[in-house]
Nanobody, 125 residues
Framework: QVQLVESGGGLVQAGGSLRLSCAAS????????MGWFRQAPGKEREFVAA????????NYANSVKGRFTISRDNAKNTVYLQMNSLKPEDTAVYYC??????????????????WGQGTQVTVSS
């Protein structure tokens, strides 16, 4: 069983920055690929970014490429999402997710086995 707890969401003006964190339980965090997804009201959950277990591979949605950076600290069992140049369309609940079979920084939510409860990010114009 893996528990994921996100933090760092909040209200920010357009052009601002936030850093989300996701703390994971379990001794084998370093073997999991990790992802961030988001869901805006009335919309489906969408892929944001993913990172391989070693941190050597990263994958981003086109909508956030160049603005968001995913990283991880395996010693702290934590994955991060640094979000810069935020836009109102980035407003959503952000979820982290773990792929415990490490299928390769997938963009498909069904590839992920465990999910956090989400953290709200609101970007005002």
């Amino acid at each position: 069983q893996v528990q994921l707890v996100e933090s760092g969401g909040g209200l920010v003006q357009a052009g601002g920055s936030l850093r989300l964190s996701c703390a994971a339980s379990g001794r084998t965090f370093s073997s999991y690929d990790m992802g961030w997804f988001r869901q805006a009201p009335g919309k489906e959950r969408e892929f944001v970014a993913a990172i391989s277990w070693s941190g050597s591979r990263r994958n981003y949605a086109n909508s956030v490429k160049g603005r968001f950076t995913i990283s991880r600290d395996n010693a702290k069992n934590t994955v991060y999402l640094q979000m810069n140049s935020l836009k109102p369309e980035d407003t959503a609940v952000y979820y982290c997710a773990a792929d415990t079979t490490s299928r390769g920084t997938s963009q498909a939510p069904e590839k992920y086995d465990y999910w956090g409860q989400g953290t709200q990010v609101t970007v005002s114009s």
